[in-house]
């Protein structure tokens, strides 16, 4: 793997890899992590890095299409899938995801207090996450 052939971020945001390390993420087994508006999967690449299953929402098609890119073509990850859709949307199409990680980091400033409440609820409703012992990220 080259850094330099990576399209887009070439790292995970430092805060996400402070985070990870202080909540011991790096010891979960077997584990799921969904992130929203994952950008060309710079975050979600450190979870990669420790076998994770990762999901990225992505409203960019630029961005979408640099993170299938990224983790397929020059990472040579196998688990994980990107979604070239609105957050909000996916929120409320998708079910039974049960992720034990969700990811909102840098994004949530974007959309407005009813967005983010409607978000939340339907990512509950819908088994986006493990309802009651999942591991939560949202960052502005």
Do not use: Q
């Amino acid at each position: 793997m080259f850094i330099k052939n990576l399209k887009g971020f070439k790292y995970p945001d430092m805060e996400i890899v402070r985070w990870f390390f202080k909540n011991k993420l790096d010891t979960l087994k077997n584990a799921k992590v969904l992130e929203f508006a994952s950008h060309n999967g710079n975050n979600l690449s450190l979870f990669a890095n420790y076998d994770y299953e990762c999901l990225g929402v992505e409203l960019s098609k630029e961005h979408y299409e640099n993170a299938k890119y990224n983790f397929d073509k020059i990472l040579k990850y196998k688990k994980f899938k990107f979604f070239n859709e609105n957050m909000l949307d996916f929120a409320k199409n998708y079910k039974n995801l049960n992720t034990k990680v969700f990811l909102i980091p840098n994004v949530i400033n974007f959309i407005t207090k009813n967005e983010l409440k409607t978000l939340l609820l339907n990512a509950r409703k819908n088994h986006l996450y493990v309802y009651g012992g999942g591991i939560f990220l949202f960052s502005f």
